[in-house]
T-cell receptor, first 116, second 113 residues
Framework: GAVVSQHPSWVICKSGTSVKIECRSLDFQATTMFWYRQFPKQSLMLMATSNEGSKATYEQGVEKDKFLINHASLTLSTLTVTSAHPEDSSFYIC????????????FGPGTRLTVL | GENVEQHPSTLSVQEGDSAVIKCTYSDSASNYFPWYKQELGKRPQLIIDIRSNVGEKKDQRIAVTLNKTAKHFSLHITETQPEDSAVYFCAASISTGFQKLVFGTGTRLLVSP
């Protein structure tokens, strides 16, 4: 149980284009989803927290107009990187949390984004 | 803001030895402390967690201890095996409405046969 998927697993795009990443909770309802970014050999940095049906809460320094988050249902959240640039190249990981264990987060497999 | 420090950044041990990774957190209201193992290019995997009402928890070769007064918590791996080689992250919950996690900087553990 508590499986989280992400799609795509990797994506290569040209500078200036937009990329959408999907995060799905497959066997539970995720009231809260989190989006992290991880640069090579670094830790996970929280970008934003999203709750179903409400606007995402962004961490300090994360541009909300550049990283659009939509949590339209209890099983799906999307992250859109708009006007991507090479410095946006990173490993993006989502996590989801249900109601049974308020603390535990279940992580998706991650999406490696490369912007040329 | 909230901060989690993790040491050491790298740790090399011989197979069969014990490994200890230590973390310090700043938010005195933190009440949940998970440890994750991450292999290259993979998702973080929860290996053990502890809540603030418990001082120690053990699961086979893995144990975690928590000192709330000092705001320290540690991961102990005994009888290490080469497959334990990975990056380990500690994390601490933040006392906000969303119960976010703040991650430590990571420890690269290398277990040599």
């Amino acid at each position: 149980g508590a499986v989280v998927s992400q799609h795509p697993s990797w994506v290569i795009c040209k500078s200036g284009t937009s990329v959408k990443i999907e995060c799905r909770s497959l066997d539970f309802q995720a009231t809260t989803m989190f989006w992290y970014r991880q640069f090579p050999k670094q830790s996970l940095m929280l970008m934003a927290t999203s709750n179903e049906g409400s606007k995402a809460t962004y961490e300090q320094g994360v541009e909300k107009d550049k990283f659009l988050i939509n949590h339209a249902s209890l099983t799906l959240s999307t992250l859109t990187v708009t006007s991507a640039h090479p410095e946006d190249s990173s490993f993006y990981i989502c996590s989801a949390r249900g109601d049974k264990n308020y603390n535990e987060q279940f992580f998706g497999p991650g999406t490696r984004l490369t912007v040329l | 803001g909230e901060n989690v420090e993790q040491h050491p950044s790298t740790l090399s041990v011989q197979e069969g030895d014990s490994a200890v990774i230590k973390c310090t957190y700043s938010d005195s209201a933190s009440n949940y402390f998970p440890w994750y193992k991450q292999e290259l290019g993979k998702r973080p995997q929860l290996i053990i967690d502890i809540r603030s009402n418990v001082g120690e928890k053990k699961d086979q070769r893995i144990a975690v201890t928590l000192n709330k007064t000092a705001k320290h918590f540690s991961l102990h791996i005994t009888e290490t095996q080469p497959e334990d080689s990975a990056v380990y992250f500690c994390a601490a919950s933040i006392s906000t409405g969303f119960q976010k996690l703040v991650f430590g900087t990571g420890t690269r553990l290398l277990v040599s046969p």
